[in-house]
């Protein structure tokens, strides 16, 4: 089942089950592929692309979130915080800690880096490596980390 079939059948529950907050997620979500669909490029969304997409709404939603909890105003915050685990349940399961570290430890082998100077280099590796994999500022953070010790 595609992501846009499964978004389908979830909307139908979310209406008939009138869940105000999985509609609003949902319809976000299908908006989203939608406007990815058409925007002329021609070119197919793939699950890479579907990743990239999902990710982007979460990161626009928690760069919001953050603003309105800094500015008092939680009511709008909820709002945010509710939107996006509906929009996390469709993305894959993100690569943390152990994992992360073991995978980002055999491209910094690889590459031969050895310092903070390396760091371009082994992200480049990284990002390409990990798309829709992990999220980038855990990426990046992990990378740093590693080229410090």
Do not use: C, F, H, W
Request: hydrophobic share 40%.
């Amino acid at each position: 089942m595609t992501l846009e079939q499964k978004i389908g059948k979830d909307l139908v529950v979310a209406m008939k089950a009138k869940d105000e907050v999985a509609l609003r997620g949902i319809r976000a979500v299908k908006s989203a592929l939608l406007l990815a669909k058409t925007d002329g490029s021609g070119q197919e969304i793939d699950e890479a692309k579907e990743v990239q997409i999902l990710q982007k709404l979460v990161k626009s939603r928690q760069e919001s979130y953050d603003i309105y909890i800094k500015n008092g105003r939680d009511e709008l915050a909820k709002i945010e915080q509710e939107e996006i685990e509906v929009i996390r349940k469709y993305l894959p399961k993100m690569m943390e800690g152990a994992e992360l570290e073991a995978v980002i430890r055999e491209i910094i082998q690889t590459l031969g880096a050895t310092s903070a100077k390396d760091m371009g280099k082994v992200m480049g590796a990284a990002n390409k490596q990990l798309a829709g994999k992990a999220e980038g500022k855990i990426i990046a953070d992990t990378v740093k980390s590693l080229l410090s010790e």
